[in-house]
């Protein structure tokens, strides 16, 4: 759970507003001629997140076989996710494994967590295509920001 | 493999063609409806622990008992069925195939990889190969079913939010310390 840092423009970024006395969150998005080339480390992107941590946690309730070790590991994944990477799509198995999983324009990457363990898949449409684990940071790391990039492109 | 080949699946009673369509049946939890088509997540390709395999209908089967779609679709309502040929299964993933009768429905079979477990790669493959033959219901599920996308963080209430998000820590961990605490408001 090591690979935190992704290099490239960064398109915007989710803020707190209050109006009326009711907070809410929103995507400010900066203008095609302010888009500074950022390296992004630990932005938290807590409010971004918000929806998937409470279907992480609905989904695990709703499974018996998802041992809260999985449960908190992938939480934390989710919740230090740079905030560049859009929301994954999340599933829990019949093993009691959970999934978190990007595909966004032809690319796909799939980590599945199953305790101490987790599997990592990518595929992009250039052909490339591995299996590895978390510890493969920079090749996770290039994998998140082709994610990345590709969700910035069809916002 | 040609369609007509036959294929015997790990010792099965009965040969299988390899054109034979395996009808998988996944859950809505496990169905990225934002994508079009729809595509099943990895997860729908798991084995279960029960069985240590992964369960399919054989189309052949169902036919041969004088049963269709249809009639799979009614026996699990609510489930999205997607397929793979069962030369799919054996020659591009190298599962094997076996027989598995059941009493409440033909075709049942299952789908074991040699290896004891499916890799990632084969089961996001899987994903992605496999064809959407029906999905329940006429229409998608309505929206509060669909799996949040980042735009749809759009107007989240703050205080609703977190509450919802609270509530929902106490519940999970309350059923694994066997009691019921209630969340602080």
Known sequence: MTASVLDFPVGGNWRWSSTNGTQQVAYVNKGADNLPTATLGRERSYGQRTDVLQRLLELSFKSPQVQPYTLARVLEWVHNLPEAMPNPFVATGDDGSISTEWDVGGNSLHITFERDMEEVYFSSPTGEEWESSLDAVDKLSSAMRIIALAALSRR | ?185
């Open chain 2, 1 to 185: 493999m040609a369609d007509s080949t036959l294929v015997f699946g790990g010792g099965a009673p009965e040969a299988i063609r390899g054109n034979c369509r395996a009808f998988r049946l996944v859950k809505s939890d496990w169905v990225k409806v934002e994508l079009t088509p729809p595509v099943p997540s990895s997860q729908a390709f798991q084995d279960r622990s029960e069985s240590g395999a992964m369960s399919v209908y054989l189309e052949d089967e169902i036919n041969s008992a004088g049963h269709s779609l249809s009639d799979l679709q009614k026996r699990w309502e609510g489930y999205w069925v997607f397929s793979l040929t069962v030369n799919q299964l054996i020659e591009e993933f190298g599962q094997e195939v076996v027989r598995d009768p059941q009493p409440d429905f033909p075709g049942h079979a299952l789908v074991r990889d040699p290896s004891g477990k499916r890799t990632q790669g084969k089961r996001s493959r899987m994903a992605s190969v496999c064809v959407l033959v029906s999905q329940p219901g006429s229409e998608l599920p309505n929206a509060q079913e669909v799996q949040p996308l980042d735009e749809n963080s759009h107007g989240t209430s703050l205080p609703d939010t977190i509450w919802r998000f609270k509530h929902r820590v106490w519940r999970y961990f309350a059923r694994w310390t066997g009691k019921w605490f209630v969340p602080p408001s």
